[in-house]
């Protein structure tokens, strides 16, 4: 996942404007420099509010509630009961009353800062300005993670590597293990994004050594660093040589071959895509109905869920049918399969039919808002589509019963996998633009 960018782009003909890229002025005619005005909230003081201080714990601040609840019920006294309850509500609540406290002692929080810091021009003296903002922040809350990630890219920004790895290794300490791979992820494309793709590249490699099933967890990762540096086609050898070094093979080792059939697919390297799917398969053949099936069958729907999400149907159907494989009798499995299956053949449909200008527009939008409500899955916006035709001209569509109707029996015949997927509703509507035609106008549809 990469990081959302910390400053606005401020790039000439798409060239970054990087550190030192700027002359300065001359002394003299330099401004002098404005200080920050700090923002200022008028922040209610909760704590003298329900009678209790910053020192007492939850069950004093829950007591001291109730006793100004039985003073001021809500059906007597509506406004103070509603500034007691919002008071309690942030008290309450550790997280909240975090906040608060931040909020209430600095009269600004770290999201303030955070966010004043991110609206800072990408050049010197605004990323300079920007670091400041965030130490600031990471001053109040030592613990916010978004934070230091932006500090550590204010850092590298302006060529301060030393400080950018301190920040990085502060981050890792106060991240939690399931947190970190994503943070340490955000930091490969950050040294990329800032020029240092080499850098990345020799972290990786290091953590290739000390975690080599990462290269197929992150594959998406190590691809774009890999490219970033102009050896995108050494991945592939990568995992070849992983998967050849296997002597006794282990439920892990599959994230070689997910790693290796996801990079083939996402370069459309069809030939190396079919060598990793049979080598796969002869992989799995040690672990059907093995206990280890189980876990494997967990990575390969992980991986399948991952391409669905991003609308790569033909790659999620590849992972479904692989822990299909491992697990023949489950029928959970079977209809998964059975529905990227039709998925698959619906979008084909759908591309051939896009460019057939003969299909009666309606038509197409009509299949287009079947498919979407039955997968939740958009093919182009229909609905945006359908705002955008004038309404005199979508009235005077919608009057075109014989074309509506040509244009079905059309579907049915051009594109019979999107006709037969929705046949009841096309012979409902079929049925309708034709039922007022005289017998010339039902002759010329050769009803």
């Not at 009961?81 to 997280?95: E, G, I, S």
């Not at 099936?293 to 999400?309: F, G, H, N, V």
């Not at 079977?334 to 051939?352: G, N």
């Not at 999107?418 to 096309?426: D, E, G, L």
């Amino acid at each position: 996942m990469k990081q959302e960018s910390l400053f606005p782009d401020d790039s000439v003909q798409g060239v970054p404007v990087t550190a030192g890229a700027r002359k300065k002025a001359p002394a003299k005619e330099r401004p002098a420099p404005k200080r920050r005005a700090k923002a200022k909230r008028q922040v209610e003081d909760y704590y003298a509010l329900l009678g209790v201080t910053p020192d007492d714990t939850a069950d004093i601040i829950k007591q001291r509630y109730l006793e100004n609840v039985r003073k001021y019920p809500p059906e007597k006294f509506p406004d103070e009961f509603k500034a007691l309850r919002a008071a309690y509500d942030t008290l309450r609540d550790p997280a909240l009353r975090q906040q608060y406290d931040i909020l209430f002692k600095y009269g600004e929080t770290v999201e303030d800062l955070v966010r004043e810091a991110m609206q800072k021009k990408r050049h010197k003296t605004g990323v300079t300005e920007a670091k400041k903002l965030l130490q600031r922040a990471i001053a109040i809350d030592p613990q916010h993670k978004q934070a230091r990630l932006h500090l550590a890219r204010a850092h590298l920004y302006l060529g301060s590597m030393v400080e950018f790895e301190l920040e990085c290794r502060a981050l890792k300490k106060i991240a939690s293990p399931s947190e970190w791979p994503d943070l340490w992820e955000q930091k490969m494309y950050m040294l990329c994004e800032e020029g240092r793709a080499d850098i990345a590249y020799n972290e990786l490699q290091e953590n290739i050594e000390l975690n080599p099933y990462s290269l197929g967890q992150q594959w998406e990762l190590y691809l774009d660093v890999y490219d970033a540096v102009g050896c995108k086609e050494e991945i592939i050898e990568e995992f070849v040589n992983r998967i050849r070094a296997v002597k006794e093979p282990v439920p892990n080792d599959l994230y070689y071959y997910i790693g290796w059939i996801s990079v083939a697919s996402a370069g459309s390297l069809d030939r190396e895509l079919n060598k990793a799917q049979a080598a796969v398969q002869k992989f799995l053949r040690n672990f059907r109905y093995q206990p280890g099936s189980q876990q494997m069958i967990e990575m390969l729907l992980a991986e399948c869920r991952k391409w669905r999400d991003e609308e790569g149907f033909d790659e999620a159907k590849i992972f479904a049918d692989l822990a299909h494989s491992l697990d023949k009798n489950n029928r959970t499995l079977q209809e998964m399969c059975r529905e990227l299956q039709t998925i698959c053949e619906l979008i084909k449909a759908f591309d051939k039919a896009l460019d057939d200008y003969e299909l009666f527009p309606l038509v197409m939008l009509e299949a287009h808002k079947l498919f979407t409500e039955e997968f939740y899955i958009e093919i182009g916006d229909w609905q945006q589509q359908l705002d955008m035709i004038p309404p005199d001209l979508l009235e005077h569509l919608q009057s075109l019963d014989e074309a509506y109707g040509a244009g079905i029996l059309h579907l049915k015949k051009k594109h019979s996998a999107i006709y037969r997927r929705y046949q009841s509703r096309w012979d409902e509507l079929f049925k309708e633009k034709t039922a007022g035609m005289n017998r010339e106008e039902r002759r010329s549809l050769r009803i």
